[in-house]
């Protein structure tokens, strides 16, 4: 019987295309290098953290009642606030050059200059909470009222609106700015989200899943907002038009930033750092101390990623390769969330798949040399 040598390496090729398609390779960009800063103040209880026009880092120090800044270095200057015990918490950069700070005891806003001057705004509802700020597409700087269940806006000089959430009692936290031009918002207790025109009109999604505690924002590479849900041990992206759809994570993520790789980092638990692709792969590492309790994360004038450490009194710095590195999952088998640049199951799968394309190609050039001239 004669063999059709030409038959079987075009098979052949054709296989291993279908694999390398099915089976797409999971690129691991790196093991990372994490760096920890401790803060001169002890038990300063740091939660939130921004970039500053400066080219330094700034965070809020709860208990320590102070606003820091470390340099790329790590390099530590504390400012403390004028009103005692008002426990500073979210914190932004604003269009005017300074940080702005919410100051979740002292019902404050604050704004600190680069070199350390602090002014501070109060909020018109008392007792309000005041928890996540951000920089809107107005100019303006807007918050979250926790227990005032209002969103606030105050300019940079100091003047502020405030705007009702519809849901009572509905706990606003996070808030970014979308693509769209208007201001997002996390409910914790109402389990929705919503979303603010810079006018003042509000409307409400409901999260999937019940009870999923929706915390932290961050506007996505990919243009939709991206937020965290604790209970729920999920990271959801929310589209322009409401339509909301929910990623699994082995634990309960917090504070979320979108990198220069294009992924969504966040926290998780005690000394979880991690992040998602837009199609939903999940990577995660520990950080170097075991109770670090990882909380605010952004991204740094020098690129890398940066977070407190809220339980460790520590400021860590994540190093990213130059350029970033993102890997991607282009089908539905996901990367097991097994740390940077370990491979797990569908990692070996993918491996042999890419092997199998070049060897298959190899065979079908071989076949076609080894069949006789029909001519």
């Not at 020098?302 to 710095?317: L, R, V």
Request: hydrophobic letters at 35%; a negative charge.
């Amino acid at each position: 019987m004669k063999r059709n040598y030409r038959y079987y390496g075009v098979l052949a090729s054709l296989c291993a295309l279908v694999g390398a398609v099915i089976f797409p390779v999971v690129a691991y960009a790196y093991s990372p290098t994490i760096n920890e800063y401790t803060i001169p103040t002890s038990g300063s209880f740091d939660y939130d953290i921004t970039p500053g026009a400066d080219g330094n880092l700034w965070f809020s120090e709860c208990i320590g009642n102070n606003i820091a800044k470390v340099t790329p270095s790590g390099a530590i200057t504390e400012y403390p606030l004028l009103t005692s015990g008002s426990c500073p918490y979210g914190i932004t950069k604003g269009p005017d050059g300074n940080v702005w700070a919410t100051e979740n005891d002292g019902n404050n806003i604050a704004k600190v200059t680069p070199s350390g001057n602090v002014t501070e705004y109060t909020i018109p509802t008392s007792s309000s909470g005041p928890s996540e700020i951000t920089t809107g597409p107005d100019g303006n700087l807007w918050f979250t009222e926790e227990f005032g269940n209002n969103i606030g806006m105050v300019t940079p000089s100091g003047s502020f609106t405030e705007y009702t959430v519809p849901t009572s009692s509905a706990l606003p936290w996070g808030i970014t700015t979308g693509s769209d031009g208007n201001l997002w918002f996390s409910e914790e207790s109402a389990n929705k989200v919503g979303r603010i025109t810079t006018t003042g009109t509000i409307d409400e999604f409901t999260v999937p899943t019940p009870s999923a505690d929706p915390r932290s924002m961050t506007l996505g590479s990919d243009g939709n907002v991206w937020f965290s849900e604790g209970n729920a041990q999920k990271i959801a992206k929310i589209t322009p038009s409401g339509v909301i759809t929910e990623y699994s994570v082995s634990g309960s993520p917090d504070w979320l930033t979108t990198g220069p790789d294009g992924n969504v980092w966040f926290g998780m638990g005690l000394n979880t750092i991690g992040y998602i692709t837009p199609t939903g792969a999940v990577t995660t590492t520990t950080t170097p101390t075991s109770d670090a309790s990882v909380q605010g994360i952004t991204v740094g004038p020098d690129h890398n990623i940066w977070f407190t450490e809220f339980d460790s009194n520590k400021i860590g710095q994540l190093i990213l390769p130059t350029p970033p590195v993102s890997p991607t999952v282009t089908t539905g088998i996901q990367a097991p969330n097994t740390g940077f640049g370990t491979p797990g199951n569908s990692d070996v799968l993918a491996i042999l798949a890419a092997a199998a394309l070049p060897i298959a190609l190899v065979g079908a050039i071989y076949a076609y040399r080894r069949e006789p001239n029909r001519s």
